[in-house]
Nanobody, 126 residues
Framework: QVQLVESGGGLVQPGGSLTLSCAAS????????MGWFRQAPGKEREFVAV????????RYSDSVKGRFTVSRDNAKNTMYLQLNSLKPEDTAVYYC???????????????????WGQGTQVTVSS
């Protein structure tokens, strides 16, 4: 059974940093497309960052580019999201997703992923 488990969320002040982890089990996702998405109250789930080709290729939404970094440790079957210079508008539940069959053009589409974690809350507030 495939499982994705996120961790690392919490409450942080504006300008602060967090590191989110997404640990996968049940199969290897080394060559799979994996991504981070977030959903704020009353809003649709949105793309944050994606990684493919074992982490060699990454893409970021314009709202987080230069502040967030996605990485993968394939030996641990784990994906990370480093969040720096956090803003109140980054407050959301952050989800990781994975799909071994996803094509490049669908990487930013949350509806294209088969596997999802349960989410971890990130709150940016003073």
């Amino acid at each position: 059974q495939v499982q994705l488990v996120e961790s690392g969320g919490g409450l942080v002040q504006p300008g602060g940093s967090l590191t989110l982890s997404c640990a996968a089990s049940g199969r290897t996702f080394r060559d799979a497309g994996m991504g981070w998405f977030r959903q704020a109250p009353g809003k649709e789930r949105e793309f944050v960052a994606v990684s493919r080709r074992s982490g060699a290729v990454t893409r970021y939404s314009d709202s987080v580019k230069g502040r967030f970094t996605v990485s993968r440790d394939n030996a641990k079957n784990t994906m990370y999201l480093q969040l720096n210079s956090l803003k109140p508008e980054d407050t959301a539940v952050y989800y990781c997703a994975a799909d071994p069959r996803i094509i490049a053009s669908e990487l930013t589409n949350p509806g294209a992923y088969d596997y999802w974690g349960q989410g971890t809350q990130v709150t940016v507030s003073s």
